[in-house]
């Protein structure tokens, strides 16, 4: 079955701390990854893809495939990094037919 | 970058009566567009995938009859919630895929039902 897995519903860490937003993913073919954030009162915003290997705002991820995982990392937690994070996945499935699938959401609190 | 518009923002209404969203991509076509619900401080739950020019797929558990969606053109998808009840009160969100697959997504509409 297809799936995002995110485990944590809610991530508190002091500002300046290391963080780690985990993603795990089912899917039976050549997925594309995403990581989406939402601040508070805005609208969800692409945060990262995969396939661009990119560092946005700090935040990097690397896919896994062999762990099937898609991890949001940063060294050093920011409190303006507080919002909703989704992990995302988007392919085609054996029928052909389009999926985007995205996972429960990850809160992260930054404390001062 | 691309826009993905919702109208209404807010919408209060009474149990029974129906509700209409719309949902449009202002600078871009798409030929599918999504429709999720988000319940406060909680993630989004995907209820439906609309389709231009053909039926829309629904998600395990969501009615179609409750959530009528129509994908009328390129640019428009709309989800009509018939005979509202509280329990149908939330906020829905819709999002449009573009260029390299990233989603966009609209601001978001608030239904409440009294």
């Known amino acids: 079955a297809q799936r995002v897995t995110q485990p944590e519903k809610l991530l508190s860490v002091f500002k300046g701390a290391p963080v780690e937003l985990k993603c795990n993913y089912s899917y039976s073919g050549s997925p594309e990854l995403f990581w989406y954030v939402q601040y508070s009162r805005q609208r969800l915003q692409l945060l990262l893809r995969?396939?661009s290997r990119e560092s946005i705002k700090g935040f990097t991820a690397d896919l896994n495939k062999g762990e099937t995982s898609f991890h949001l990392k940063k060294p050093f937690a920011q409190e303006e990094d507080s919002a909703m994070y989704y992990c995302?996945?988007?392919?085609?499935?054996?029928?052909?037919?389009?999926?985007?699938?995205f996972g429960t959401g990850t809160r992260l609190k930054v404390l001062a | 970058g691309a826009v993905v518009s919702q109208h209404p923002s807010r919408v209060i209404c009474k149990s029974g009566t129906s509700v209409k969203i719309e949902c449009r991509s202002l600078d871009f076509q798409a030929t599918t567009m999504f429709w999720y619900r988000q319940f406060p401080k909680q993630s989004l739950m995907l209820m439906a995938t609309?389709?231009?020019?053909?039926?829309?797929?629904?998600e395990q558990g969501v009615e179609k009859d409750k959530f009528l969606i129509n994908h009328a053109s390129l640019t428009l998808s709309t989800l009509t919630v018939t005979s509202a009840h509280p329990e149908d009160s939330s906020f829905y969100i819709c999002?449009?895929?573009?260029?390299?697959?990233?989603?966009?997504f609209g601001p978001g509409t608030r239904l409440t039902v009294l």
């Open positions: 995969h396939i």
């Open positions: 995302a996945l988007s392919g085609r499935d054996t029928s052909g037919t389009y999926k985007y699938i």
């Open positions: 609309s389709n231009e020019g053909s039926k829309a797929t629904y």
């Open positions: 999002s449009a895929p573009r260029g390299r697959n990233e989603q966009f």
